[in-house]
């Protein structure tokens, strides 16, 4: 079950559609927390986050009508500002890094069993994790974000970006290696 009740979900959604603000505050306030979450994975602060969040919200609200009531609201909001998400990046021009991707899908599947047989990972805290990768670069967060987090394969990452399968792969293996570096003095820490 999502935010909620589906009865209270169609009442919010019209009132939306009306311009209804004490329903738009209502989405907002409910919705703030988890997506601004969302939008930290992939900006480079809190004031872009803020405002990919912003942007996205009045995607939302405008285009409120679109919403047919197929899936659940929140996750069509969701999908609303993870794209919105996308189409700051895509503005950005963030060159994605290309490296010879055989190798890179070699040792992406390693590190993913290493990582999946590995428990001192397991310990680690997910804020831990996040911090490590917001600082990866933007390239490298924003294919770690969408493969990892949103559930896209190589092929929709690289229609969404407009870069190659290849790339994309590429482009995770390197986020994973440098995760991995950034996390290694934790996880020496909790091997001791």
Not at 59 to 81: H, L
Not at 124 to 137: G, K
Not at 155 to 183: C, F, Y
Request: with cysteine; hydrophobic share 35%.
């Amino acid at each position: 079950m999502g935010i909620w009740h589906r009865h209270e979900e169609l009442q919010l959604v019209e009132g939306c559609r009306n311009d209804s603000h004490a329903s738009q505050k209502e989405v907002f306030s409910k919705m703030y927390g988890r997506l601004f979450g969302i939008c930290m994975r992939y900006a480079d602060d809190s004031d872009e986050a803020k405002d990919i969040l912003q942007n996205g919200f009045i995607k939302v609200f405008k285009g409120i009508e679109n919403y047919k009531g197929d899936g659940s609201f929140e996750g069509w909001i969701k999908r609303i500002v993870v794209n919105t998400a996308i189409d700051n990046y895509r503005r950005k021009k963030v060159k994605p890094v290309v490296t010879d991707s055989e190798l890179t899908d070699r040792l992406g599947d390693d590190l993913e069993e290493e990582l999946e047989e590995d428990s001192v990972y397991n310990q680690i805290q997910i804020s831990e994790v996040m911090e490590a990768v917001q600082r990866l670069s933007p390239a490298y967060r924003t294919i770690f974000n969408l493969y990892v987090m949103e559930g896209h394969n190589h092929n929709e990452i690289a229609e969404m970006l407009d870069i190659s399968v290849g790339t994309s792969k590429s482009n995770l293996s390197k986020a994973r290696m440098n995760l991995r570096k950034m996390l290694q003095p934790l996880v020496d820490r909790l091997s001791d």
